[in-house]
Structures are given as structure tokens and as C-alpha cells.
């Protein structure tokens, strides 16, 4: 059983090939700041869906690391 507190970091969509896709069609035709804004909304929203601090936090610091 894994820990509800814990990031998941196996893959796990089912199609992530048409889940990029779909992220891909919705950044189209928006300018740069556009773009930005939206990846911002979608993050929040996201993280509202989540629904738990614990785990934005390791998906932050996660994401941080990547850079």
C-alpha cells in the first residue's frame, strides 16, 4: 500500500500521449504571458484538486529539481 501523503511518480495515465497532446492544443495560439497565465490557473487548479499541502510540496520541490 503506498502513503496517501506521498507524491505519486510512476507514470499513471492511462494515455499520456494524448494527455500531452491536449496540453499542447490548449497552450495554441495564446502569446508567451498567455501561456504563463494559463500554466498558472492550471497549477491552481490542479493543486485545489489535490487538495493536500503535503503533496504540492513534493510536487514543487520535485518539479524545482528538474530544472
Do not use: C, W
Not at 497552450?27 to 492550471?42: G, K, Q, V, Y
Not at 487538495?51 to 528538474?66: K, N, P, S, T, W
Request: proline residues 4%; glycine residues 2%.
Amino acid at each position: 500500500m503506498t502513503d496517501p501523503k506521498a507524491l505519486l511518480t510512476e507514470p499513471n495515465l492511462a494515455d499520456p500521449d494524448a494527455a500531452y497532446r491536449l496540453i499542447v492544443q490548449a497552450h495554441r495560439d495564446l502569446s508567451e504571458a498567455e501561456s504563463a497565465a494559463f500554466n498558472a490557473r492550471l497549477v491552481l487548479i490542479l493543486a485545489n484538486h489535490l487538495g493536500d499541502v503535503e503533496i504540492l510540496r513534493q510536487a514543487l520541490a520535485l518539479a524545482r529539481e528538474a530544472r
